[in-house]
């Protein structure tokens, strides 16, 4: 079955370390999301990568990093930067002209 | 003016109730919208995208008004399991390709 993948489901990171958070597709689809959830809030845009090698900061990138080295791969680092890493993750990726379909989730945990 | 607002709610209705939910936007030149909706500790799913001419899916409703800019979703005889978080979208930034979330309405029906 086609879909979005992301793993792990849960994550908890040590205070100054780096993690990264995997979200892999068979959709064939072009454009892919990172969004930022937190409590009670709405979906806020991490980064977006619209082809391969090619990728742009969304609302609040500072503290993460991108690569897009292959279509079906768009992983997503949070650096010791970031400074308050807790929340929701989800990756998407987007059927034209703009469906989005969502992997289940990351969660992550500062401890 | 925040790009999308919704009524956060929550909307306390008896099963069986009809339900209205409204959503406003700012861009006039957005071109797509779409309703998702979102469970507890999951990740959003489209509920169905909105049409100019209005579109219905069972016991959903929505409807689009460009020249007010909102978009509503009415759900008909409301069913214990259509409790959830309902995400208004639309699109926006270059080439209307960016979607843009609004924070949700939270609905609960009740026995």
């Known amino acids: 079955d086609g879909g979005i993948t992301q793993s792990p489901k849960y994550l908890f990171r040590k205070e100054g370390q780096n993690v990264t958070l995997s979200c892999e597709q068979n959709?064939?689809?072009?454009?892919m999301y990172w969004y930022r959830q937190d409590p009670g809030q709405g979906l806020r845009l991490i980064y977006y990568s619209q082809i391969v090698n090619d990728f742009q900061k969304g609302d609040i990138a500072e503290g993460y990093s991108v690569s897009r080295e292959k279509k079906e791969s768009f992983p997503l680092t949070v650096t010791s930067a970031q400074k308050n890493p807790t929340a929701f993750y989800l990756c998407?990726?987007?059927?034209?002209?703009?469906?989005?379909?969502f992997g289940q989730g990351t969660r992550l945990t500062v401890v | 003016r925040k790009e999308v607002e919704q009524d956060p709610g929550p909307f306390n209705v008896p099963e069986g109730a009809t339900v209205a939910f409204n959503c406003t936007y700012s861009?006039?030149?957005?071109?797509?919208f779409f309703w998702y909706r979102q469970d507890c500790r999951k990740e959003p799913k489209l509920l169905m995208s909105?049409?100019?001419?209005?579109n219905e899916d069972g016991r959903f409703t929505a409807q689009l008004n460009r020249a007010s800019q909102y978009i509503s979703l009415l759900i008909r005889d409301s069913k214990l399991s259509d409790s959830a978080t309902y995400l208004c979208v639309v699109t926006g930034g270059d080439n209307n390709r960016k979607l843009i979330w609004g924070l949700g309405t939270s609905l609960a029906v009740n026995p």
């Open positions: 998407a990726s987007l059927r034209d002209p703009t469906e989005a379909f």
């Open positions: 861009n006039s030149a957005s071109q797509s």
């Open positions: 959709l064939n689809h072009d454009a």
């Open positions: 909105v049409y100019s001419s209005g």
